[in-house]
């Protein structure tokens, strides 16, 4: 029996100041078999206190669903989750360059 291959769903969100919440989600493939533990521990390493990111360094599809106001407004990404599935990748990269591109690209933003 064929073992399936498992790709790894990157749940996030964004939060704005009245707290209204929007999700999004990207889907990476995990050729190297990283448990969800590893990439979870990964991706805290890399983060900005261990959860929150900058969209554009990170490459994930921006969520604002409503005006973004640059005085009240952050630009802050927080991860909500990473899970596997069985779902059709919708990222060309693996979970670890974008582990890596994320670690890349928040370095500046510390």
Same mark, same amino acid.
């Given at each position: 029996m064929e073992k399936l291959i498992k790709n790894v769903r990157f749940n !996030? +969100? !964004? /939060? *704005?100041? %009245? @707290?209204? #919440? +929007? !999700?999004?989600?990207v889907i990476f493939s995990n050729p190297n078999q990283l448990s969800i533990e590893t990439i979870e521990e990964q991706l805290k390493e890399v =983060?900005? *206190? +261990?959860? !929150?990111?900058?969209? #554009? %360094?990170?490459e994930v599809p921006l969520i604002y669903r409503f005006p973004f &106001?640059?005085? =009240?407004?952050h630009e802050w990404y927080e991860m909500d989750s990473v899970e596997e599935t069985n779902k059709l990748i919708?990222? @060309? /990269?693996n979970i670890e360059l974008f582990i890596k591109?994320? %670690? &890349?690209? @928040? =370095?500046? %933003?510390k």
């Open positions: !996030y +969100q !964004y /939060r *704005d100041t %009245a @707290n209204f #919440k +929007q !999700y999004g989600s =983060l900005i *206190d +261990q959860e !929150y990111f900058i969209p #554009k %360094a990170c &106001d640059s005085e =009240l407004d919708t990222d @060309n /990269r591109d994320c %670690a &890349d690209g @928040n =370095l500046h %933003a």
